[in-house]
């Protein structure tokens, strides 16, 4: 099996697969890369807002914790199903193009999140906002993808993962304290606004070029052929289930113990400071580091974090976890992130939407399974179930990293 990525893997419009490639671009534009990242960052915002607004929700409709978690977890789901069709048609009508249609059906669904009028719209509306944010990141990274060398890839990816983080915290914050001092509502209008304006923006991002179109599932044969593709989307479920679906319950174990909505959200905040610091030393690492060493020191913070929280969900306990958590993501998922995008140049969105299918659908089980927990206020065993998960994580991340030769 070739593993092997070229140093440039941009192809020209009428390139196939197995074709010549073209020139390739001059590194991507700063402007470029603010509407990628601006495309990130309110997919994050999106998918994160919900968090320490779940028992205030819960409370104003009428329903339980489990029953508004359903909106959570769908969102989840959705956004990790509907990878590989956002990448199956960024591959087939291009990056942009694919970026803008998704975040004209997000806008619509975030207005209907708004005006949801019970839980079953809510759910139903943030289940449909999932599959349509579900086009952004990926789209982002797989442009980076087409567009810098693999050899500094994970430099520019670490800037979509500061935005991706700025997302996360700017979106707890908000949320805790909007939901808090005006509605809930509000919030979920927030996104949309954004998404609206980003449909008119980004017609100023040139297409990269790209493969002709061949057979319709084509990337499909492409990707799944590769048996390191199904190893690294092995390695980003757990992931995805261990980090993503038990972050979810940092803001809810805050509130069990009497803090306020505002607080909650605040704390869980940090995950994305955590994120953003540690993903500027990732930047001056890469080069320096190998990739297992980053993948280790990932895992290490992740599984301290986790063990904090299951020793005391007090503030500085939580705030702890939060920075670490943070900081484990970008020192871990970005350099898993950046292993995927050489996997299958060929198919590249494709094989990237296929990472986060598997990402997602990890966190939304996670979320799910754990919220029977949560709802009898046993977050001791929770996050201590996922400071143990952390140690196959990063064992089979760091040893697949290893192994693989681009």
């Not at 442009?143 to 997302?167: H, I, K, N, W």
């Not at 909650?264 to 990732?282: E, I």
Request: glycine residues 10%; hydrophobic residues 55%; aromatic residues 8%.
């Amino acid at each position: 099996m070739d593993t092997t990525e070229s140093p440039r893997t941009t192809l020209t419009p009428t390139a196939t697969a197995t074709g010549p490639a073209a020139p390739t671009a001059p590194p991507i534009p700063a402007a470029s890369l603010r509407l990628l990242r601006a495309a990130g960052f309110v997919s994050n915002f999106d998918r994160f807002c919900i968090t320490p607004m779940l028992i205030l929700i819960g409370t104003q409709l009428g329903v339980s914790l489990t029953t508004v978690m359903l909106a959570a977890s769908g969102y989840f789901l959705a956004y990790g199903l509907m990878q590989p069709v956002w990448g199956l048609a960024s591959d087939r009508l291009g990056r942009v193009r694919v970026m803008r249609i998704s975040l004209t059906g997000a806008a619509v669904a975030a207005l209907c999140s708004v005006l949801a009028p019970g839980a079953t719209v809510l759910i139903v509306a943030r289940i449909a906002a999932g599959a349509f944010f579900a086009a952004s990141i990926a789209a982002s990274i797989t442009y980076v993808g087409d567009t810098v060398p693999a050899a500094v890839r994970q430099r520019p990816l670490s800037e979509l993962m500061t935005a991706f983080a700025l997302g996360t915290a700017v979106a707890t914050v908000v949320a805790g304290a909007l939901a808090h001092y005006v509605s809930w509502r509000l919030v979920f209008a927030l996104p949309g606004l954004i998404a609206a304006y980003l449909v008119f923006a980004l017609r100023r991002l040139p297409e990269p070029p790209r493969a002709a179109p061949g057979a319709l599932l084509a990337p499909f044969k492409v990707v799944l052929s590769s048996r390191w593709q199904w190893y690294v989307m092995a390695v980003a479920m757990l992931e995805g289930g261990v980090l993503l679906g038990f972050l979810t319950y940092i803001a809810p174990a805050l509130e069990a113990q009497g803090a306020s909505v505002t607080l909650a959200g605040a704390v869980s905040a940090l995950y994305g400071v955590g994120s953003m610091a540690a993903a500027q030393m990732v930047k001056r690492l890469v080069g320096r580091w190998s990739p297992v060493r980053l993948i280790v020191v990932g895992g290490v913070q992740m599984a301290v974090a986790f063990g904090l929280a299951a020793t005391s969900r007090s503030v500085p306990a939580l705030v702890g976890c939060a920075l670490l958590l943070g900081g484990g993501w970008a020192f871990m998922h970005s350099t898993i992130q950046s292993w995927s995008t050489t996997l299958s140049p060929a198919a590249r969105a494709t094989g990237v939407a296929m990472f986060g299918v598997a990402l997602y659908v990890g966190s939304a089980l996670a979320s799910a399974l754990a919220a029977g927990a949560a709802e009898h206020h046993d977050y001791q065993g929770m996050f201590l179930t996922a400071a143990i998960l952390t140690v196959p994580l990063t064992v089979a991340a760091a040893v697949g990293r290893a192994r693989y030769r681009n």
